[in-house]
T-cell receptor, first 116, second 113 residues
């Protein structure tokens, strides 16, 4: 079974530029998550989708971050404009069932973003 | 305020030694998970515990959920170099109104051959 795919794996941009990350979850997984993991910290949930609807985006900085999952499968996360403090690994995860904290989340390898 | 405190932050041991890492909170959790993350990869789920006092074993790894569901521990017996990685605990706080998974900062374990 193919895992969660993410691209690109690495991205270097200058502050105030925009960047987009792509995620393809495991086939059949209804729930998709985007996490931000800053160096030395654990992942922090940015947004959770159930099919193509947003379940939780309470920690998403909506003035600069946006995410969509138009057809309920792939998802993109965009940052515009980027700030230095956005340097982090952006992890995508998916789960078969609706997220209630007990389900297995499968994580992709992440996109490592460096903002200069 | 860090909801989940993990200790120690770093741990370097010799192959064959035993170790315990801790995950503590002042909050009650309805469930708690342990993940292992290797460099350049995403976290991989090791176990989920949901009942206070629950103990689960996964080969040489033993996981315990505290009776009050506020803390958890991971014990590794006879550590091997393949156990090297970042161990993360994550939980859903009871009564939080959401099922958002909150992660600790992790314990970085190095097992030296």
């Amino acid at each position: 079974e193919a895992g969660v795919a993410q691209s690109p794996r690495y991205k270097i941009i200058e502050k105030r530029q925009s960047v987009a990350f792509w995620c393809n979850p495991i086939s059949g997984h209804a729930t998709l998550y985007w996490y931000q993991q800053i160096l030395g910290q654990g992942p922090k949930l940015l947004i959770q989708f159930q099919n193509n609807g947003v379940v939780d985006d309470s920690q998403l900085p909506k003035d600069r971050f946006s995410a969509e999952r138009l057809k309920g499968v792939d998802s993109t996360l965009k940052i515009q404009p980027a700030k230095l403090e956005d340097s982090a690994v952006y992890l995508c995860a998916s789960s078969l069932v609706k997220g209630q904290g007990k389900e297995t989340q499968y994580f992709g390898p992440g996109t490592r973003l460096l903002v200069l | 305020t860090q909801l989940l405190e993990q200790s120690p932050q770093f741990l370097s041991i010799q192959e064959g030694e035993n170790l315990t890492v801790y995950c503590n909170s002042s909050s009650v959790f309805s469930s708690l998970q342990w993940y292992r993350q290797e460099p350049g990869e995403g976290p991989v789920l090791l176990v989920t515990v949901v009942t206070g006092g629950e103990v689960k074993k996964l080969k040489r790894l033993t996981f315990q959920f505290g009776d009050a569901r506020k803390d958890s521990s991971l014990h590794i017996t006879a550590a091997q170099p393949g156990d090297t990685g970042l161990y993360l605990c994550a939980g859903v706080a009871s009564g939080a109104g959401s099922y958002q998974l909150t992660f600790g900062k992790g314990t970085k374990l190095s097992v030296i051959p």
